[in-house]
């Protein structure tokens, strides 16, 4: 979603009964590959990650359902991944990769399963929920293969209020410096998949429906953040009309695409 405060987008006028729920599944399908998928009301991905002990060796993405047409080729982006070392430590960053060359959500993504295969993690799934709430109280939970692990409150600026261990750090703008100064490996994992969550999660207070077909960059990133907000694609990209907003939880606790790629 933009963060261009100059351009005001069109309300929602069905927020308020619904839920944004983001979906990131970890699973092993071989002694040197696992596959990760992400789904959320305007993205579905998925990786297929083959690693030895130290490496990346080689990385394969694909969209299910990605919003601009700007972002189509994002997969054969992240292809060019492959060689970047494992690391046990989200807060370990790749020095080697340009994150505004790729698509933001597969670069996560991979970064997360990068530090899923180094740590030999067994299966995981991990969910963000954001239930429509108040501007300036918004909870925010985090569940682990089902059960909550974490649950913060964050105000209309996007500053954690609650657990008191958190209060006041911000959740957008400067959260990885604060974050990675302060909290163990696995508190900012957890943290930041929640602030990834939320900052898409914002997306549920736009109509996005009236953005459909039109020039992307009205809804989508600054220019020139990600792969698909570079000028090269960005000046001819378009809003898809593929997003799911307003889903109920129950609709929304398992994605069709997340679904289909667990079983």
Known sequence: MTDDPARPMAANPAYGDGYFVRSTRFRRIGPDRIEAVLEDPFHALALLIHHDDYMLTAVEGRWERHPLT???????????????PLVADLRTRWLQAEPALQCTHMFDTLRLAAVHIAQQRDD?????????????KQPVQLLQDGAPVLEIMIDGDF??????AYAGAPLLNG??????????AEEFE??????????????QRMDITQYYGRDGALSGPLPATCFGSQPERYATS???????????R?????????RARQE
């Open 70 to 84: 700007s972002c189509a080729g994002a997969g054969g982006a992240i292809a060019g991944l492959a060689g970047l």
């Open 124 to 136: 995981r799934r991990h969910d963000v929920i954001l239930p429509d709430a108040d501007a300036d």
């Open 159 to 164: 500053r954690i209020t609650a657990p008191t």
């Open 175 to 184: 959260f990885a410096r604060w974050a990675a100064e302060r909290l163990s």
């Open 190 to 203: 957890r943290l930041f998949l929640i602030q990834r969550g939320t900052f898409v999660g914002r997306g």
């Open 238 to 248: 378009l809003r898809l009309p593929n997003a799911r907003p307003g889903l109920r």
């Open 250 to 258: 129950t609709d929304a606790a398992l994605f069709p695409f997340a």
